[in-house]
Nanobody, 122 residues
Framework: QVQLVESGGGLVQPGGSLRLSCAAS????????MGWYRQAPGKERELVAD????????NYADSVKGRFTISRDNAKKSVYLQMNSLQPEDTAVYYC???????????????WGQGTQVTVSS
């Protein structure tokens, strides 16, 4: 019953910005790490950024450091990705991932959103 839904993708010009959102819902006991991944055509899915429960530990792919910022709101069960100075090479489907313990299962399981398309083009 756990579900992740992404939003905020779209078409933007080089140098522009987008803010992606991902909201989790369902019978959730705890969400630990959350992150964003992306997959461009013909390429492997790669980690863009992740963040721990407290928000104090954040990791970024080298290609997005200084341009992207990951954040979360535990009260809203959400994670965000602010993307600035976007370039064509950022074009990809962006996926939200969360490690979640549900009320029905004491184990932590990874859940994925359906993805949102980000296209950077002039």
């Amino acid at each position: 019953q756990v579900q992740l839904v992404e939003s905020g993708g779209g078409l933007v010009q080089p140098g522009g910005s987008l803010r992606l959102s991902c909201a989790a819902s369902g019978s959730i006991f705890r969400i630990s790490a959350m992150g964003w991944y992306r997959q461009a055509p013909g390429k492997e899915r790669e980690l863009v950024a992740d963040i721990n429960y407290s928000g104090l530990s954040r990791n970024y792919a080298d290609s997005v450091k200084g341009r992207f910022t990951i954040s979360r709101d535990n009260a809203k069960k959400s994670v965000y990705l602010q993307m600035n100075s976007l370039q064509p090479e950022d074009t990809a489907v962006y996926y939200c991932k969360a490690a979640i313990i549900s009320f029905a299962d004491s184990r932590s399981n990874d859940y994925w959103g359906q993805g949102t398309q980000v296209t950077v083009s002039s």
